[in-house]
C-alpha cells in the first residue's frame, strides 16, 4: 500500500478496522505529535507492530499541539506523510481532539502502546496517561509500553532546528544549569496553598472583526464592513482567571457599572474558584474598550472606550474600603491590579500600603487614564511590576539607563522586588540583594499583546509571594508572557499544565 492511501480520515479509518476485526485481525494503536520522526520513534512503532496485525497511528493536529509557540516545528499533514512513508505502518489518520480518548473509543484497537517513558508512576504530570489507560479498560483493550532509549523531538528540535535567538539559546543552556524542571514545578504546584484577595478594574475586551473597504468616498475616512466580535473578560477579570488556575483560594472586589453592567457574562467567564464581590457605579456603564480589528490580518484599527472616567460615589468608596480593612488579614497576597479606571481610590491605596501582608501592585498607563496614572500614588509596595514605558512615565525619563531609576523607585517605594517588562527584550528583576538580572523573552511570534502584561503580572505576583528566586521568577513570568501572545485577547487565561508543558519543552 502507498503512503498516501495509508492517510485516512477517522470515518474511513474506522470503518477500515471493523472489516479488519472481523477477520480476527489484532489492532495496534500508537498516538502522538511526532513532530521530528527521529529513531526513537521508529523503534517505537516497530515494537508495536509486534503485539498485532495492523499498525494505526493518529497524530495529535496542529490546533492541539501545545508545546509552545511556534511548535509544531512541521504541520499535520507533513507530519501525517513522513509516519505513513514507514513500512511498519498501515494506516496513519489526523486526530479530531486534543487526546486520544475520544479516538480510543472510536477505533477500539486491541491494544494501546505508549514508549516506555510513560510506564513509571507520575511521569506524566498531565493526567492524560490515567484518562487513556481508564478509556483502555472501558474497551476491554490493553495498554502496552514499548521498551528502548529513549529520545525527544522536543531536545532535537531544541538543539539543531530552534529558531530561538542565540542569546536565547546561551540563557537557556545556562538557565538549565542552575535549574531544574522539578524545581520550577515544585514551586509551581506550592502556589496552590495562597489565599490571594484582588482588587482591580473591571474591563470588557470587545473586538469587533472587520474588513477593509477602503476610504470613504464622502469624508477622508477608513471604511469597514463588519463581520463578528468577540467578547473577553479584561482587566482584573483576566488578572483574576489567571491567579486562579495556580491558586485555590481567589477573592475579586472589582466595580461594575449599574447599567450596561454585563454581571451575567462576568460570571459565566470567571473561573469557578473565584469568589466576588461586586460594587455598582450608579447611572455608570461597565468599562468597555471596543477594538476595531482587520477581520484577516487581526491588525488593530481602532479603539473606543466606553466608560464613565468620574470618581467613584463617596458612599460606594467607602464601601469598598470597609470591606477590605475587615478582610484584608484573611489573605496572604493583595493583588492591586490598578488600571487607573477609579476602582482603587487614594483612600483604599492607603489602607492596602499599611495593613496588605503582601502587597503587589500593577499601575498601568493607558489611554483611558491619559498617562496621570502612575505608581506614585503606591507609598509602599512589596512587588512591583511595571512596563518599561510606564516606569519612564514615572521618573519623567524617556531615554535614560533603566537601572538607576529602578533603583531610586525601588528606594522610594521600599519595593522589595521590581521587575521591568520590556516586551521582545524580555524583563529586568531588580531583587533584594540590589542585583539586576536580566531574563531575555522566549516568544518570537505574536498574536495579540493585549493580556501579555496581566499573564506575566498574575504569575510573578504569586512567585514574589512565595519568595522564589529572582531568575526563576523571570523566567516563569516571560513563560506565561509568551504564551499569553499567542492568544488572542483574553480568550482564554495561562493555565497550570500548559505553562509547565512550555517549560518542559524548553528545557528539555
Not at 112 to 129: H, L, V
Request: aromatic share 8%; charged share 25%.
Amino acid at each position: 500500500m502507498g503512503s498516501e492511501q495509508k492517510i485516512l480520515k477517522l470515518d474511513q479509518l474506522t470503518s477500515n478496522l471493523e472489516l479488519l476485526r472481523n477477520d480476527q485481525k489484532k489492532i495496534v494503536l500508537c498516538h502522538g505529535v511526532f513532530d521530528l520522526l527521529h529513531v526513537g520513534h521508529l523503534r517505537y512503532f516497530k515494537q508495536a507492530r509486534t503485539y498485532g496485525d495492523v499498525l494505526v497511528v493518529t497524530i495529535t493536529p496542529d490546533r492541539y499541539v501545545d508545546k509552545g509557540p511556534e511548535r509544531p516545528a512541521f504541520n499535520e499533514n507533513i507530519r501525517a506523510e513522513v509516519v505513513a512513508e514507514l513500512d511498519c505502518v498501515d494506516y496513519v489518520a489526523i486526530n479530531e481532539w486534543p487526546t486520544a480518548e475520544n479516538t480510543l473509543k472510536l477505533l477500539r484497537p486491541h491494544f494501546y502502546a505508549k514508549g516506555s517513558e510513560f510506564k513509571a508512576a507520575g511521569s506524566d504530570y498531565t493526567g492524560k496517561i490515567d484518562a487513556e489507560m481508564e478509556v483502555v479498560k472501558n474497551i476491554g483493550a490493553q495498554i502496552i509500553f514499548t521498551e528502548d532509549i529513549v529520545f525527544s523531538s522536543t531536545h532535537l528540535i531544541n538543539r539543531f532546528l530552534s529558531n530561538m535567538p542565540e542569546e536565547v539559546r546561551d540563557y537557556l543552556r545556562l538557565f538549565r544549569h542552575r535549574h531544574n524542571i522539578d524545581e520550577i514545578f515544585e514551586i509551581l504546584d506550592h502556589l496552590s496553598s495562597l489565599r490571594v484577595l484582588i482588587i482591580g478594574d473591571t474591563i470588557i475586551d470587545d473586538y469587533q472583526y472587520c474588513e477593509t473597504l477602503g476610504k470613504s468616498s464622502k469624508d477622508p475616512i477608513l471604511a469597514l464592513r463588519y463581520l463578528s466580535n468577540d467578547l473577553f473578560a479584561g482587566g482584573g477579570l483576566a488578572i483574576a482567571n489567571h491567579v486562579a488556575n495556580f491558586a485555590d483560594q481567589v477573592h475579586l472586589v472589582t466595580v461594575l457599572g449599574e447599567k450596561d453592567s454585563y454581571r451575567e457574562f462576568i460570571q459565566q467567564n470567571l473561573n469557578p474558584n473565584i469568589s466576588t464581590e461586586f460594587f455598582s457605579k450608579k447611572d455608570a456603564p461597565t468599562l468597555i474598550k471596543r477594538r476595531f480589528l482587520d477581520g484577516h490580518s487581526l491588525n488593530k484599527l481602532l479603539e473606543i472606550y466606553i466608560m464613565d472616567d468620574s470618581s467613584l460615589p463617596e458612599d460606594i468608596n467607602q464601601e469598598i474600603c470597609r470591606w477590605v480593612k475587615e478582610r484584608i488579614s484573611d489573605f496572604d497576597l493583595i493583588i492591586a491590579a490598578d488600571f487607573g479606571h477609579g476602582t482603587i481610590s487614594s483612600k483604599l491605596i492607603r489602607i492596602l500600603t499599611a495593613e496588605a501582608p503582601f502587597l503587589a501592585v500593577n499601575t498601568q498607563a493607558n489611554a483611558g487614564n491619559r498617562r496621570f496614572h502612575t505608581i506614585s500614588r503606591y507609598p509602599r509596595v512589596n512587588f512591583l511590576c511595571l512596563a518599561e514605558h510606564e516606569i519612564r512615565l514615572e521618573a519623567r525619563n524617556l531615554n535614560g539607563p533603566l537601572r538607576p531609576i529602578m533603583e531610586r523607585l525601588a528606594k522610594k517605594l521600599s519595593v522589595q522586588r521590581l521587575v521591568i517588562t520590556m516586551g521582545r527584550k524580555g524583563c529586568l528583576v531588580y531583587g533584594l540583594d540590589g542585583n539586576f538580572i536580566n531574563v531575555p523573552s522566549r516568544s518570537s511570534t505574536v498574536v495579540d499583546r493585549i493580556g501579555a502584561g496581566d499573564a506575566f503580572f498574575s504569575l510573578t505576583s504569586l512567585a514574589a509571594a512565595q519568595g522564589v528566586n529572582d531568575e526563576i521568577l523571570g523566567f516563569i513570568g516571560n513563560v506565561a508572557g509568551a504564551q499569553a501572545v499567542n492568544i488572542l485577547g483574553n480568550q482564554k487565561s495561562i493555565n497550570k499544565m500548559n505553562l509547565k508543558k512550555f517549560i518542559t519543552t524548553l528545557l528539555k
